[in-house]
């Protein structure tokens, strides 16, 4: 469609499978789930809230690189392996996510290449 823009950005963990970023359709942005990874796709090592630090990054290098930013964000949905990571990821989220948009968090059973947590966005383009 013609509405429908690919966002990608080379700071942001490429997509592990058959889909895009983000994708910015009219005035929103579906940002994908991300994981805690570089730019190269290289797992992040350490503590959850490493790991946490890391999906949050790549959110926001995605968003900036559709011409929005965090702070436009309306709905984030957190998933974790264990809820046990639930007090640390908070600490992390709370800091990227200040104006404090819609959320919700689940745990899974399991997230792509193993990792303990995913983090996916709606936001504003304008």
């Known amino acids: 469609m013609a509405d429908m823009k690919v966002i990608y950005s080379k700071k942001s963990a490429p997509p592990v499978g058959p889909y895009s970023q983000a994708i910015k359709a009219g005035p929103h942005i579906f940002v994908s789930g991300q994981i805690p990874a570089d730019g190269e ?3 992040t090592e350490g503590s959850i809230a490493d790991k946490t630090k890391a999906c949050c990054e790549g959110l926001k290098n995605i968003l900036e690189e559709a011409g929005s930013s965090i702070a ?12 046990d990571n639930f007090v640390e990821m908070n600490g992390i989220y709370e800091q990227y996510f200040t104006h404090k948009p819609a959320r ?3 745990a899974v059973k399991e997230l792509p290449k ?10 504003l383009s304008e």
Do not use: D, H, N, Q
Request: aromatic fraction near 4%; glycine fraction near 8%; charge should be positive.
């Open 72 to 83: 436009k964000t309306v709905k984030v949905t957190v998933f974790l392996t264990t809820m």
């Open 104 to 106: 919700s968090c689940v």
């Open 41 to 43: 796709g290289k797992l």
């Open 114 to 123: 193993g990792v303990p947590v995913e983090i996916e966005a709606i936001a």
